[in-house]
C-alpha cells in the first residue's frame, strides 16, 4: 500500500469529530444510548463525573437507540451521560518488542513492563487473505510432540483444532508446543482462563524459553465478554504483522469455545434469537471470521492451533461441530488414554490432518499407514486380551499388534522436557515402521497352527 492510500485509509478509520449521544437506560451488561450515530464495533466512551470514563463497544443498534456493552463494571453509569465516540474502527500497536511480553486484548502490556514500542497500528477486525492469494500448503512445521509430529503432521499455514475435555492436559501441551516448535514467533491467545492459570501457564508450562519467541494476549474470565471475543483477534492481528515480515508463526489459541460463548453473551444481550442450542447466528459466522485469517501468503505463514472444550466429551457438540467443518484436521485428546498415564493423550485413531498426505514424503506416508493400522487393530482386539479371551496363534494380525503394542506405546508418550523435531520423529516412525515390517515377513516364514503336513497322505482308494 502506498504512503497516500495508507493517509486515506487512515482518514476514512478515523473518527468522526464531536459524535455523541446520551444514555438513555441500563439493562444487565446492555446500555442504550439514544442520538449516538456509531457503527456496530466501534469504541465509546460515557463520562459518569470528573474525569472517570467506562469505556463501551458498540454491539448493535435499532432506530435510533444504540445498544454497548461495557468493557468493565457499568457501577456509576446513569441516564443522560453523554456518550462520545472514542474510535470508529479498533487497532492494535505492533512492533518487534512486544515479543516476551503478557498483553491485554486492547494490545496494553500487563506484565509490568514498560509499554513496547510499536511500529505500526493493524486493525484488530480485518478479512482473511483472498483465497487466490494464498500458497499452497506444502511444507511441514514442527511442533515438538512427536506424535503429532509423525502421524498427524502439521503444514506451515495449516489450521488445526485441539478437541479434549477438561484436564487431559491441553495447556501443557500448548507450552510443549510453544518451547519446542520450529516457528519463528509465537503468538498465545488465552480466552476465559483463571487469573491464576496465567502465572501458572507462563511459569510452569511455556518457561522462559518459550516466553522469549511468544507474544500473550489475555482476557481472563472476570473481564467483559467484549474483550474476551476481542483476545483472539487481537492476537491473530499480531500475528499478521509478524507474517507480513516474512516470518512463520505459530498462532494457538486457547479456546475457541469460550471465545464463542462470549460472543453468545454479546448477541443475546443485542437481541439476537438463540438458535442451536442457546448459541445465535453471530457465533457461527464469528468463528469463520477468525479462523480464516490464519493461513500461508507469499510473505510468511500462520499456523493456527485452536483448542476446543468439548462439553461431555461429545463431539457433536454445536461450537465442536462447526469448528471441525472449518478446520483442516483435528487432535482428539482423550480421557481414557489420559486416564491410563499415558501422555499426551493423543487418541490417533480419532484425529486427522487433511494436509499431511501434502507435506511428507512417501516413505514417512506409508510408516504412518503401517503403525496406525496397528492401532486400529488393537482397538478392536483390546478388550479380549484384557480379559484373557485370545488364544495366540489364532490370527497373525492380532499376534503382530500384540507384539507390537510396548514399542508402539512407548512411541506415542513423551515427556514434558523432551523436545521432539519433525526430523527425529519421521526417524523414529520410520524405524518403527521397519520392525512391524520385519516381524511380520518372521511371522509369513514361519508355520502358523493348523498347518498341513509337509508330506501329503496317500490317496484311500475307492471301494
Known amino acids: 500500500m502506498s504512503r497516500v492510500a495508507e493517509q486515506l485509509d487512515t482518514i476514512a478509520r478515523a473518527a468522526p469529530v464531536g459524535v455523541s449521544g446520551r444514555v438513555k437506560a441500563v439493562s444487565g451488561l446492555t446500555i442504550t444510548a439514544a442520538g449516538l450515530p456509531a457503527a456496530v464495533g466501534a469504541a465509546c466512551e460515557i463520562s459518569i463525573g470528573g474525569d472517570r470514563v467506562v469505556e463501551a463497544e458498540v454491539i448493535g443498534f435499532r432506530d435510533d437507540v444504540a445498544f454497548l456493552m461495557p468493557l468493565s463494571d457499568p457501577l456509576g453509569v446513569a441516564g443522560g451521560q453523554v456518550v462520545r465516540l472514542a474510535k470508529a474502527h479498533l487497532k492494535v500497536g505492533v512492533g518487534p518488542d512486544l515479543l516476551g511480553r503478557v498483553l491485554d486484548a486492547r494490545g496494553r502490556p500487563i506484565d509490568g513492563g514498560a509499554r513496547p514500542t510499536t511500529l505500526a497500528a493493524y486493525p484488530i477486525f480485518r478479512s482473511a487473505p483472498a483465497a487466490m492469494q494464498r500458497r499452497g500448503i506444502d511444507a ?5 510432540i512427536r506424535s503429532i509430529n509423525a502421524l498427524l503432521s502439521v503444514g506451515l499455514g495449516q489450521r488445526m483444532g485441539l478437541f479434549a475435555g477438561t484436564g487431559v492436559g491441553k495447556s501443557v501441551l500448548l507450552g510443549m508446543m510453544a518451547r519446542y516448535t520450529s516457528a519463528d514467533v509465537n503468538v498465545i491467545a488465552l480466552v476465559g482462563e483463571r487469573g491464576r492459570e496465567l502465572r501458572a501457564f507462563i511459569d510452569n508450562d511455556l ?13 481472563t474470565s472476570d473481564e467483559s465478554p467484549v474483550l474476551r471475543a476481542r483476545a483472539i483477534f487481537t492476537a491473530t492481528a499480531i500475528a499478521e ?16 469455545t469460550r471465545t464463542a460463548m462470549a460472543q453468545r453473551q454479546i448477541g443475546l444481550a443485542a437481541g439476537e434469537p438463540p438458535a442451536t442450542k442457546g448459541y445465535p447466528p453471530s457465533v457461527f459466522s464469528l468463528l469463520p471470521a477468525a479462523l480464516e485469517r490464519a493461513g500461508r501468503t507469499q510473505n510468511g ?27 483442516d484436521g483435528h487432535v482428539w485428546l482423550s480421557r481414557r488414554i489420559a486416564s491410563r498415564g499415558q501422555y499426551p493423550a493423543v487418541d490417533v485413531l480419532e484425529s486427522v490432518s487433511r494436509v499431511m498426505i501434502d507435506v511428507v514424503n512417501p516413505e514417512h506416508a506409508a510408516a504412518a499407514q503401517r503403525v496406525r493400522r496397528l492401532l486400529a487393530t488393537w482397538s478392536e482386539i483390546e478388550d479380549l486380551v484384557s480379559i484373557g479371551a485370545y488364544a495366540s496363534g489364532s490370527n497373525a494380525e492380532f499376534d503382530l499388534t500384540i507384539q507390537m503394542r510396548p514399542a508402539i506405546e512407548a512411541f506415542l508418550r513423551q515427556p514434558i522436557t523432551e523436545a521432539s523435531s519433525f526430523e527425529q520423529s519421521r526417524g523414529m516412525l520410520i524405524g518403527l515402521a521397519a520392525e512391524i515390517a520385519k516381524r511380520e515377513a518372521a511371522q509369513k516364514r514361519a508355520p502358523t497352527m493348523g498347518s498341513p503336513a509337509t508330506t501329503a497322505r496317500p490317496a484311500t482308494a475307492k471301494r
Open 140 to 144: 511441514p512445521l514442527s511442533v515438538g
Open 241 to 256: 504483522y509478524f507474517r507480513d515480515r516474512g516470518a512463520n508463526v505459530l498462532l494457538l489459541a486457547d479456546s475457541i
Open 207 to 219: 518457561g522462559p524459553a518459550g516466553l522469549r519467541k511468544s507474544v500473550i494476549v489475555v482476557s
Open 301 to 327: 505463514s500462520i499456523t493456527g492451533l485452536y483448542t476446543v472444550l468439548v462439553e461431555g466429551d461429545d463431539l457433536t457438540e454445536p461450537i465442536a461441530d462447526a469448528a471441525r467443518g472449518i478446520l
